[in-house]
């Protein structure tokens, strides 16, 4: 099923599939409701499997295209989504930007998240001061960069801050090629020019998620370096809420290379559990 969803501001396009209890998963980066086909793929026999575009990208149409978006804003969309397709707690995995969509998700809207999986948040408030307006800074400069050099040298710099391998080899055979067409570039522009500046102005409260009914199980991937930003900002929320990284395979996109090892992983941390 596809739909759209009117929210303050935009117009939110969504595809929900599978049959079994809710898992909406939230993009990283330019990604959209198609972006990880081959995991949902994956999860539909035993998930009722939401993605969407978030707001100003692909057909999550900006009523002022001049707008931007908030943090704010992204995190309502989604309470907004989840309460449209169903009225139990659902559960979650946020990839990167997707990620700290969750985190306030679960601060501000308690019992709309039963389990958040947050992969690699890309959340600089989880980290010690200076190392948090260091990646500041880091996220304003990759703007500049593309602003004046391009998309191309941009994308090299963005998987240099998080640890992205470009072209890891996909152990998974027959994955969904993702060319690089015009979809994509105005996403991506949107994601640099908008989606960076929410990042730098986020004001997530930290102090909330000790005390968030959601379960939150902060991830990385197996082959992330240990010392790049988003890993980092998992293992912070780790210890925030007092439990262990799980890891995942793959880097920071595994749920693109290596979808049957993610959906696997995503099962056994979602099984019931004391």
């Known amino acids: 099923m596809n739909g759209i969803l009117h929210v303050p501001g935009a117009r939110l396009y969504y595809e929900v599939r599978g049959t079994g209890p ?4 939230s993009q990283s980066g330019e990604g959209d409701a198609r972006r990880t086909v081959d995991l949902v793929d994956r999860l539909v026999a035993d998930h009722t499997v939401v993605t969407y575009d978030r707001r100003g990208l692909s057909r999550s149409v900006l009523d002022d295209p001049d707008a931007g978006a908030t943090m704010a804003e992204h995190a309502d969309d989604v309470h907004r989504l989840l309460a449209e397709v169903t009225d139990a707690p659902a559960d979650m995995l946020g990839c990167s930007f997707g990620a700290v969509l969750g985190l306030h998700v679960a601060i501000d809207h308690p019992g709309r998240l039963g389990t958040l999986i947050a992969h690699e948040p890309v959340a ?14 880091e996220l304003a400069d990759l703007q500049r960069l593309y602003r004046d050099r391009g998309l191309a040298e941009a994308i090299t710099g963005i998987a240099g801050v998080l640890g992205i391998e470009l072209g890891e080899q996909q152990t998974e055979p027959g994955l969904t090629p993702h060319p690089m067409d015009d979809r994509r570039r105005a996403g991506f522009d949107f994601f640099i020019r908008n989606d960076f500046s929410a990042v730098i102005d986020d004001t997530l409260d930290v102090t909330g998620l000790k ?3 959601t379960r939150v199980i902060p991830a990385a991937g197996r ?6 930003f988003d890993h980092r900002c998992a293992h912070e929320l780790a210890a925030l809420v007092g439990t262990e990284v799980a890891e995942f395979p793959g880097g920071h996109n595994g749920n693109l290379t290596h979808p049957r090892a993610y959906a696997a992983r995503i099962r ?3 099984r019931p559990h004391p």
Do not use: G, K, Q, Y
């Open 22 to 25: 809710v898992l909406l998963i």
């Open 124 to 137: 600089p408030a989880l980290l010690p001061l200076a190392e948090r307006e260091h990646h500041r800074r």
């Open 211 to 213: 005390d968030t009914a």
């Open 223 to 228: 082959t992330t370096p240990r010392h790049v």
């Open 268 to 270: 056994e941390l979602l």
